[in-house]
């Protein structure tokens, strides 16, 4: 099967061209010229590299006429919630832009059976009430970041463009996921980093951190990656589905069992840039229609996720 991953040098594009790979695919995957390329250096002989700014129709249209391709998971994305602070418009065009031109290519080029999966992310509930957790589809979307925003119009886009024109579109929320090559920027791998730069005696033994008290739903990359190829082999088209454990970590909790794996005696310390204009208290998954629809679970531990990605971290600072 020819697959394309629009965003194939990032995170979760990387792990999912591995995956794909492994079961045989044909795998095409778009870069931008300042994308770094260090996540996929091991596969690269084995995957077809397309140039494209999924900001310029003129460039998406050609590679969607080039590649043809039978599936497309469209991850590329601005994905950093502080960064759609500093630079809102940046992050809507980006993610919103990108994926209206995506879709008017594949309608241009009448790829009517062509499969798309779009990340949309569990930050697009926001504002959630205890009483509405965990979260199904069903819950009000009331996003409190520019970067929530975006993605409820990424997912409404899906929405409208499956009943419109009849586009094969599967619409994913993935809650928080972690795992080795994640950003440093996000909060895990970012405490692993510290504690691996700290070890080494990089920097002093201080981990700086933000607000501890926002509760997540961690997956590991490995079963998001796993869940997307699930939710295009049986999802229905035009179907949203929530991806999550199902179980939540308070964010000081998740860091005192990161601190357990490490012998380096280190103090935790609040840093006001690292709070945020507001934060998305609880964000906990409820996947039932999701499992049900696909047999999906997870079947990495938390403690696994965390463990690797701290080896990851210890490799390269
Ligand atoms: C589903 C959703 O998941 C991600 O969005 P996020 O939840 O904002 O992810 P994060 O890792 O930046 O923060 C998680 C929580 O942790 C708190 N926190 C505390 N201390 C630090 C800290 O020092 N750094 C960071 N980054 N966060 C911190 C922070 O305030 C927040 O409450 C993206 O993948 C997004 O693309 C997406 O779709």
């Known amino acids: 099967m020819k697959v394309l991953i629009t965003g194939v040098t990032g ?25 770094r390329m260090d996540h996929i250096q091991p ?8 140039e494209c700014e999924l900001k310029d129709p003129v460039s998406v249209q050609q590679l969607i006429e080039q590649v043809k391709p039978d599936r497309i998971y469209h991850l590329a994305a601005q994905s950093f919630v502080p960064t759609s602070w500093n630079s809102p418009q940046d992050t ?12 008017e290519a594949v309608r241009k080029q009448g790829l009517l059976n062509c499969r798309i999966q ?39 886009l899906g929405y ?13 929320r993935t809650f928080n996921h972690e795992g080795p090559r994640r950003g440093e920027a996000f909060v895990l791998s970012n405490f692993a980093k510290q504690i691996g730069e700290i070890e080494k005696g990089l920097k002093p033994p201080v981990l700086h951190v933000g607000n501890l008290d926002a509760v997540r739903d961690f997956t590991d990359v490995r079963d998001v990656v796993r869940a997307y190829t699930l939710a295009l082999d049986h999802g229905t ?15 000081g909790d998740a860091l005192d069992e990161l601190l357990k794996l490490t012998d380096t005696k280190i103090e935790v310390r609040q840093d006001p840039a690292r709070m945020r204009p507001s934060d ?3 964000l906990h998954c409820d996947a039932t229609r999701f499992m049900s629809k696909t047999g999906w679970r997870p079947e990495v531990p938390f403690h696994k996720t965390l463990q690797d990605m701290l080896d990851y971290w210890r490799d390269r600072v």
């Open 11 to 35: 995170f979760v594009g990387s792990h999912l061209a591995e995956y794909l790979l492994a079961k045989g695919d044909e795998v095409y995957g778009t870069y931008r010229v300042r994308s």
């Open 160 to 172: 409208q463009y499956h009943e419109s024109y009849g586009l094969h579109i599967v619409r994913t």
């Open 92 to 103: 809507m065009v980006n993610n919103i832009v990108g994926e209206l031109n995506l879709f």
């Open 43 to 50: 596969i690269l002989s084995k995957i077809h590299l397309m």
């Open 280 to 282: 998305v208290m609880i």
């Open 118 to 156: 779009i990340a949309c992310s569990s930050e697009e509930y926001g504002m959630v009430y205890p009483e509405e957790t965990p979260i199904h589809e069903e819950n009000p979307l009331r996003p409190l970041s520019p970067y929530g925003v975006s993605k409820v119009a990424q997912d409404l």
């Open 237 to 251: 088209p035009g179907e949203v589905y929530n991806i999550g454990t199902g179980t939540t970590w308070r964010i």
